[in-house]
């Protein structure tokens, strides 16, 4: 069995930085090292509407679920969960450490060139310009706000060049290492 350093990865990062790829990709490579764990896209949890206005983009409803799928997760063995979303300050990531069930979490900040995440973005969202513009419009100033905040401890990977499967080679041997 492989000794984990980490009991949790929360992959971070604004919009366009291939948060949910490279959980993905993570998922893949620790399945492949043999470790038990599971992904969680946070975006999902969150996808209901209409939001609170004091809470526009689901936070609190996404920690409620969070808390319901790792303890399932937990109880059919997974030694690390994996989750894509985005926390902006110290306390938010705190609240979904403790949602996952996580004394020891990674966590990894993904971050990009501008132009390479609106190209990005462009491909995802091109088809529906209101989306488009939203995006475009949020990845500078996300981007700028998970800057700032200046967690504690983070490992922070620049995607611009970088393949899924790199990222998630980089954070699997951080994670078994």
Request: negative net charge; contains cysteine; proline residues 3%.
């Amino acid at each position: 069995m492989t000794r984990l350093a980490y009991d949790a990865v929360w992959i971070n990062g604004s919009v366009g930085a291939g948060k949910t790829t490279a959980a993905d990709q993570l998922g893949e490579e620790l399945e492949k090292r043999g470790v038990p764990g599971a992904v969680i896209d946070v975006d999902w949890l969150r996808r209901a509407w209409p939001a609170p206005r004091e809470d526009p983009f689901q936070f609190e409803l996404a920690v409620a679920n969070m808390r319901a799928v790792a303890a399932q997760l937990r109880a059919r063995g997974a030694q690390v969960i994996v989750a894509a979303g985005v926390v902006e300050t110290a306390e938010q990531f705190d609240r979904c450490v403790a949602a996952l069930g996580s004394g020891n979490p990674l966590l990894v900040r993904l971050v990009l060139d501008t132009d390479v995440a609106l190209a990005r973005l462009g491909i995802r969202h091109g088809e529906n310009a209101r989306d488009l513009e939203w995006h475009e419009r949020r990845h500078p100033e996300l981007a700028g706000i998970l800057e700032r905040a200046q967690f504690a401890e983070e490992l922070v990977l620049d995607t611009t060049s970088l393949a899924a499967t790199d990222i998630a080679v980089r954070i699997a041997d951080r994670l078994t290492n």
